[in-house]
Nanobody, 128 residues
Framework: VQLQASGGGLVQAGGSLRLSCAAS????????MGWFRQAPGKERNFVTA????????RYADSVKGRFTISRDETKNTVYLQMNGLKPEDTAVYYC??????????????????????WGQGTQVTVSS
């Protein structure tokens, strides 16, 4: 199974983008999906995640109120709607999935080790 992220691009500050992440197989099993990002020269950081069974979500403080994660169960796709983008949001965004193990508790959602599948990344650039 592969995760295929799309929707990145160049946008001006204050603008919006919507990222999508789809699994390559319809029978893909997952109990959580989310997004991490890595800016140039910086470590990779958690952005947001969603538990598939109940739709509960978690956000990094830096994106709360601006980003929204959602899922389409019929398409096995997770979306990241990003509004009010800032230059500091510039990064490569990675889609992640937890396809094995138990349903993660809330505290696990921000931990990279929770996820066993990673997408190839999509570049988001926000100009000032």
């Amino acid at each position: 199974v592969q995760l295929q992220a799309s929707g990145g691009g160049l946008v001006q500050a204050g603008g919006s983008l919507r990222l999508s992440c789809a699994a390559s197989e319809r029978t893909f099993s997952r109990n959580a999906m989310g997004w991490f990002r890595q800016a140039p020269g910086k470590e990779r950081n958690f952005v947001t995640a969603i538990r598939w069974s109940d739709g509960s979500t978690r956000y990094a403080d830096s994106v709360k109120g601006r980003f929204t994660i959602s899922r389409d169960e019929t398409k096995n796709t997770v979306y990241l709607q990003m509004n009010g983008l800032k230059p500091e949001d510039t990064a490569v965004y990675y889609c992640v999935s937890r396809s094995v193990g138990n349903l993660p508790i809330w505290s696990m959602l921000a931990d990279e080790s929770t996820y066993d599948l990673w997408g190839q990344g999509t570049q988001v650039t926000v100009s000032s």
